[in-house]
């Protein structure tokens, strides 16, 4: 992701950077090609210490940059924990509510089956006390006519 955050210049001075030193290194070359041997070492021995002046100043960025990434990374990791642990809370939310709520049904059907049940046992106990008169009746019957 290039943003204007992680680039100090703009692209076109970079490359127009890029495109000095490029033409620098041309000339050295050109210039290095007509002196003697102790001015060409001096330039060697300048390009060098440039090349670790650019090293060094490479190796500061690059650990700049993956200091970002790294904190970048973990701001990523933390909002993605947050999220997910915002997900599982909702599903616990959710269970919770669906395990009340199948606990009221449960409770509902259990009332009904013991109204139910009531309603047999008084259907049970109105039978029982015609099927006890009814036997009176009958013994009454069987007695009278036996006697």
Known sequence: MAT??????PLSEKLADLSQR???AEDAFAAARME??????A????????????KQKIQQQAASANERTKSDWQDLQARIATRVDKIKSN?????QQF???????RADWAEDEAIAAIADASGAVE???Y?????????MDADSTSG
């Open 4 to 9: 204007g955050v992680h680039t100090t210049r």
């Open 22 to 24: 490029a033409k620098a």
């Open 36 to 41: 003697n041997k102790q001015k060409l070492d």
């Open 43 to 54: 330039r060697i021995d300048q390009a060098r210490t440039s090349l670790e002046q650019v």
């Open 91 to 95: 599903v616990n939310s959710q269970k």
């Open 99 to 105: 395990a009340a709520d199948r606990a009221e049904v």
């Open 127 to 129: 039978y029982a006390r």
């Open 131 to 139: 099927a006890v008169l009814s036997a009176a009746a009958a013994r």
